[in-house]
């Protein structure tokens, strides 16, 4: 491993799009001969405010839930052998800063959104708005497979729905289709 070059940062939160950003970080982290930082934040503060007081998880639940996902999603990546130049954080604070701060001297930050190339009438979450708009290198977003509309094909995929993307399977600009998995 090329220890002069920048690492790549992944944010991960445990949904799927996120562990499809982190298979993505991975294979992208390898080809380039790159560490990679998995970073999974966690903000004690936040607390919706209409949920009930009797089911707020305190900050040591909260830190330890936050930890515990972490430690599924890598092992559910790499297996129960963490790789070399692989480092995982919990890092408590607000996902946006936390992940714009870890961008600082990042070569590439990979993040994952289940909003499928974001289409019409649809937004993309704050976290990856906040990142694409202020972080300090460059943005890859990788979005989960969408599930399947009633004709067979994938709603939302430029190959089958294309709404002006190229029928090639080319991506918007700034955004990596994730990995189709077998079925």
Request: positive net charge; aromatic residues 4%.
């Amino acid at each position: 491993m090329n220890v002069s070059q920048a690492p790549i940062v992944v944010g991960v939160s445990g949904s799927e799009a996120s562990a499809a950003a982190l298979r993505w970080a991975a294979d992208e982290a390898r080809r380039r001969h790159a560490a990679l930082r998995v970073v999974r934040s966690w903000d004690a503060e936040f607390t919706a405010p209409y949920a009930s007081a009797d089911g707020r998880l305190t900050p040591g639940q909260q830190r330890a839930a936050a930890s515990e996902e972490l430690t599924a999603l890598i092992r559910a990546s790499f297996g129960s052998v963490f790789p070399a130049g692989v480092t995982a954080e919990l890092a408590e604070g607000v996902a946006e800063r936390t992940l714009v701060d870890r961008s600082a001297g990042a070569d590439l930050l990979v993040l994952g959104s289940a909003s499928s190339a974001a289409p019409i009438g649809r937004s993309i979450g704050p976290v990856v708005r906040a990142c694409l708009s202020r972080a300090q290198c460059p943005v890859v977003v990788v979005w989960a497979a969408p599930a399947r509309s009633p004709r067979g094909d994938r709603a939302g995929d430029p190959d089958s729905s294309h709404r002006g993307f190229p029928r090639s399977g080319a991506a918007r600009p700034g955004l990596v289709p994730a990995p189709r998995q077998a079925r």
